[in-house]
T-cell receptor, first 111, second 115 residues
Framework: DAKTTQPNSMESNEEEPVHLPCNHSTISGTDYIHWYRQLPSQGPEYVIHGLTSNVNNRMASLAIAEDRKSSTLILHRATLRDAAVYYCILRDKSGYSTLTFGKGTMLLVSP | EAGVVQSPRYKIIEKKQPVAFWCNPISGHNTLYWYRQNLGQGPELLIRYENEEAVDDSQLPKDRFSAERLKGVDSTLKIQPAELGDSAVYLC?????????????FGPGTRLTVT
């Protein structure tokens, strides 16, 4: 699986937007970009995924660079509940490949 | 809809003892995964099942770890004998082929401490 690079940690204030970056310079044409997050003492949960176009859902937005070598997860208004480790994962579009987690980015949210 | 259920949530055992973890996936999910998560790391896949068949067990330490998924529903992961290095959180996840995103749904995990 192609590798992703994320900052170890980021900080934000409550109710401010958060932009979590991810570099994936070796992404292949068949790789989807998935984001999961893991709240303290819980299993990871799906956040969003995309291939080429920007994506929005109720949790977040995903902005994908035109060359697909990087992407950004956007939380429009951070809440204390958004404090978690965020994982950026590349996954083949077949869907049969497993999730290969890195260390992710730990997001700290201050009131 | 009930999520992925795992038990126990916590387990403390002495080294060389056996231990087993149980997972009940979301109803209708044909794919089941076991992951291990060491402190400060992301989860790592141990084994993946498609229905009853283990289709990827390349990362499962087969000398001491075993898993089964009888009838393609519940699954059990066993360690015998446990070693100090097995202390970790063991996560179960499931997914459905009909879900085009192939989103994986994770349980809360079992935190194993080997003393």
């Amino acid at each position: 699986d192609a590798k992703t690079t994320q900052p170890n940690s980021m900080e934000s204030n409550e109710e401010e937007p958060v932009h979590l970056p991810c570099n994936h310079s070796t992404i292949s044409g068949t790789d989807y970009i998935h984001w999961y997050r893991q709240l303290p003492s819980q299993g990871p949960e799906y956040v969003i995924h995309g291939l080429t176009s920007n994506v929005n859902n109720r949790m977040a937005s995903l902005a994908i660079a035109e060359d697909r070598k990087s992407s950004t997860l956007i939380l429009h208004r951070a809440t204390l509940r958004d404090a978690a480790v965020y994982y950026c994962i590349l996954r083949d579009k077949s869907g049969y490949s497993t999730l290969t987690f890195g260390k992710g980015t730990m997001l700290l949210v201050s009131p | 809809e009930a999520g992925v259920v795992q038990s126990p949530r916590y387990k403390i055992i002495e080294k060389k003892q056996p231990v087993a973890f149980w997972c009940n996936p979301i109803s209708g999910h044909n794919t089941l995964y076991w992951y291990r998560q060491n402190l400060g790391q992301g989860p790592e896949l141990l084994i993946r099942y498609e229905n009853e068949e283990a289709v990827d067990d390349s990362q499962l330490p087969k000398d001491r770890f075993s898993a089964e998924r009888l009838k393609g529903v519940d699954s059990t992961l066993k360690i015998q004998p446990a070693e100090l290095g097995d202390s970790a959180v063991y996560l179960c996840a499931s997914s459905a082929r009909r879900d085009r995103s192939y989103e994986q749904y994770f349980g809360p995990g079992t935190r194993l401490t080997v003393t």
